[in-house]
């Protein structure tokens, strides 16, 4: 059997944009006709599956995971970095900054003679309006609460300043969601724009079909190291048997994502190579807490307490990954593997917890969860094991798009979620801040966790910022607004002649370091 291929997985702080970057305003809306993928093996193409259809690809938008997969390759930031435990913050769109003496004021030092897809010259103004955007658009604003003012003295020059000192304000830039965008193009586009996207990077959009394919090219104005790969295929292949078939059959070349039963075939297959990684995605079961039954502690507390989360993990992964015993893992400050695991499996307990809310004879609810995201198997353990305390669940799957928008407005009541983002004050902020993102229509609201979070972001002592992180933890298991399940590992699988391949955080990867032997 061929031997695994250990990758490192360098986790992301904020999905950081290497080299990603791209698109322009060429490219064909979903359901148009999309450019033909290159056949798969030629050297200069490369064709990778992806397990839903995108959403958009607008940075400052969207949080779809299988969208960034393709931006991870469409936009520049300003700074890079190797994620969230990484302390090697590198040159972007930036070529240096200095910071000032209170660590409140970043003047940043701009590249010069670099394009936007569109033709455009990148200036300063462009990565004032890029941050000014992420600062009130609601999926990205949780990011920016640091920020006071974004200034452009001139064409090369950025200054930020900041309300209060934020120890992670450069990882933070370096996230997907500060993907540097064109004014020009975002303005001229409208709402159409995360269907025409524009970046600096070395790949530029070129169309996009619906359900079936996104395709880029390579920008020949890019102003970095021109890429071996020309031109990136990314194909739509929700199930991942049909994905492996098409890996095996050398109708596509990567295959991101791809599942923990799957490994032992690929691993005997002579002409695939699989790279595994710890993973940053946390699996967890969450709860509209303004809606009734939900609104009682001691309703979700007994379900916390139903829940056998190593069943979960054996019915939906087979336990490949590690049970997770809060919502941080060993990469995140914060974590503590000392602490026992969270939400103990007690059923007696979680009876008597129903009884005491009024709800001996249990009730009926949805669990929510959005295709393509590989939740099936836990909704549907979660569903039998609920049914011991009376609780009959009917699981409720919907398109992404759709899922999405219902999630948004509060109108779920029980949900099967995935989240991915190795920083504690991203996982934290994202999950459990009140105006978190993945703090679905902000129904759950704990101001101690907010004054925490923001603490934390000023403590320059790892230690102490740790232990704030902790504190959040145990407040956390106590509301039991959300139930962390497990950290599925990461698995990639890819013909063996391509090479230079990075897996970053569960759904990033620079096409630009792949090339074929």
């Given at each position: 059997?061929?031997?695994?291929?250990?990758?490192?997985?360098?986790?992301?702080?904020?999905?950081?944009?290497?080299?990603?970057?791209?698109?322009?305003?060429?490219?064909?809306?979903?359901?148009?006709?999309?450019?033909?993928?290159?056949?798969?093996?030629?050297?200069?193409?490369?064709?990778?599956?992806?397990?839903?259809?995108?959403?958009?690809?607008?940075?400052?938008?969207?949080?779809?995971?299988?969208?960034?997969?393709?931006?991870?390759?469409?936009?520049?930031?300003?700074?890079?970095?190797?994620?969230?435990?990484?302390?090697?913050?590198?040159?972007?769109?930036?070529?240096?900054?200095?910071?000032?003496?209170?660590?409140?004021?970043?003047?940043?030092?701009?590249?010069?003679?670099?394009?936007?897809?569109?033709?455009?010259?990148?200036?300063?103004?462009?990565?004032?309006?890029?941050?000014?955007?992420?600062?009130?658009?609601?999926?990205?604003?949780?990011?920016?609460?640091?920020?006071?003012?974004?200034?452009?003295?001139?064409?090369?020059?950025?200054?930020?300043?900041?309300?209060?000192?934020?120890?992670?304000?450069?990882?933070?830039?370096?996230?997907?969601?500060?993907?540097?965008?064109?004014?020009?193009?975002?303005?001229?586009?409208?709402?159409?724009?995360?269907?025409?996207?524009?970046?600096?990077?070395?790949?530029?959009?070129?169309?996009?079909?619906?359900?079936?394919?996104?395709?880029?090219?390579?920008?020949?104005?890019?102003?970095?190291?021109?890429?071996?790969?020309?031109?990136?295929?990314?194909?739509?292949?929700?199930?991942?048997?049909?994905?492996?078939?098409?890996?095996?059959?050398?109708?596509?070349?990567?295959?991101?994502?791809?599942?923990?039963?799957?490994?032992?075939?690929?691993?005997?297959?002579?002409?695939?190579?699989?790279?595994?990684?710890?993973?940053?995605?946390?699996?967890?079961?969450?709860?509209?807490?303004?809606?009734?039954?939900?609104?009682?502690?001691?309703?979700?507390?007994?379900?916390?307490?139903?829940?056998?989360?190593?069943?979960?993990?054996?019915?939906?992964?087979?336990?490949?990954?590690?049970?997770?015993?809060?919502?941080?893992?060993?990469?995140?400050?914060?974590?503590?593997?000392?602490?026992?695991?969270?939400?103990?499996?007690?059923?007696?307990?979680?009876?008597?917890?129903?009884?005491?809310?009024?709800?001996?004879?249990?009730?009926?609810?949805?669990?929510?969860?959005?295709?393509?995201?590989?939740?099936?198997?836990?909704?549907?353990?979660?569903?039998?094991?609920?049914?011991?305390?009376?609780?009959?669940?009917?699981?409720?799957?919907?398109?992404?798009?759709?899922?999405?928008?219902?999630?948004?407005?509060?109108?779920?009541?029980?949900?099967?979620?995935?989240?991915?983002w190795p920083d504690a004050d991203d996982m934290l902020t994202y999950l459990f801040a009140s105006d978190g993102p993945f703090n679905w229509g902000s129904v759950y609201s704990n101001p101690t966790i907010d004054e925490l979070l923001v603490q934390a972001r000023q403590e320059n002592d790892a230690a102490k910022r740790s232990e704030m992180y902790q504190q959040i933890v145990k407040i956390t298991d106590e509301d039991a607004n959300k139930i962390p399940l497990y950290f599925p590992n990461q698995y990639f699988a890819a013909k063996n002649s391509?090479?230079?391949?990075?897996?970053?955080?569960?759904?990033?990867?620079?096409?630009?370091?792949?090339?074929?032997?």
């Amino acid at each position: 059997m061929k031997r695994l291929l250990s990758l490192a997985l360098v986790v992301m702080l904020v999905l950081s944009l290497f080299t990603a970057c791209g698109g322009n305003n060429a490219g064909t809306t979903p359901g148009g006709d999309a450019a033909p993928a290159a056949p798969s093996g030629e050297k200069d193409s490369v064709i990778v599956a992806m397990n839903a259809d995108p959403t958009g690809f607008d940075p400052q938008v969207t949080l779809d995971a299988t969208a960034m997969m393709v931006m991870y390759n469409i936009y520049d930031t300003l700074v890079e970095s190797d994620g969230a435990c990484s302390s090697d913050i590198r040159p972007g769109l930036a070529e240096s900054w200095d910071i000032s003496d209170d660590s409140m004021v970043y003047t940043f030092h701009l590249k010069s003679g670099v394009k936007f897809h569109n033709g455009e010259p990148f200036t300063a103004a462009d990565a004032k309006y890029t941050i000014e955007r992420a600062m009130v658009e609601p999926a990205t604003a949780s990011y920016c609460t640091s920020i006071d003012k974004v200034e452009a003295p001139d064409d090369s020059t950025l200054v930020v300043t900041l309300k209060v000192p934020f120890a992670n304000f450069l990882m933070n830039l370096g996230g997907s969601f500060f993907g540097v965008v064109n004014e020009k193009a975002v303005t001229e586009a409208g709402e159409d724009y995360g269907r025409n996207p524009v970046g600096t990077g070395p790949y530029k959009f070129v169309s996009w079909s619906s359900g079936d394919n996104v395709a880029l090219a390579y920008n020949e104005d890019y102003h970095g190291e021109a890429p071996a790969i020309k031109n990136v295929t990314y194909r739509v292949l929700p199930d991942t048997s049909t994905a492996l078939v098409a890996l095996q059959n050398g109708e596509i070349d990567a295959l991101p994502n791809s599942a923990p039963i799957d490994a032992p075939t690929i691993e005997e297959d002579p002409n695939l190579n699989l790279y595994s990684a710890p993973g940053a995605t946390i699996a967890y079961i969450g709860f509209n807490t303004q809606t009734a039954p939900f609104d009682n502690e001691k309703v979700r507390q007994a379900i916390k307490y139903a829940i056998n989360k190593e069943e979960v993990f054996m019915g939906a992964q087979d336990g490949d990954g590690v049970l997770a015993n809060s919502p941080l893992n060993e990469v995140m400050d914060g974590y503590n593997p000392d602490d026992p695991v969270m939400n103990p499996y007690d059923l007696e307990k979680a009876k008597a917890l129903m009884a005491e809310a009024g709800h001996a004879d249990g009730f009926s609810c949805s669990i929510k969860l959005a295709a393509g995201q590989n939740r099936e198997k836990v909704a549907q353990v979660v569903q039998a094991q609920l049914k011991e305390i009376g609780i009959t669940a009917s699981i409720e799957t919907l398109e992404k798009g759709t899922y999405f928008e219902q999630m948004a407005v509060g109108n779920y009541e029980v949900y099967v979620g995935g989240l991915n983002w190795p920083d504690a004050d991203d996982m934290l902020t994202y999950l459990f801040a009140s105006d978190g993102p993945f703090n679905w229509g902000s129904v759950y609201s704990n101001p101690t966790i907010d004054e925490l979070l923001v603490q934390a972001r000023q403590e320059n002592d790892a230690a102490k910022r740790s232990e704030m992180y902790q504190q959040i933890v145990k407040i956390t298991d106590e509301d039991a607004n959300k139930i962390p399940l497990y950290f599925p590992n990461q698995y990639f699988a890819a013909k063996n002649s391509l090479k230079g391949v990075r897996v970053i955080d569960n759904c990033y990867y620079p096409v630009a370091s792949w090339n074929w032997e």
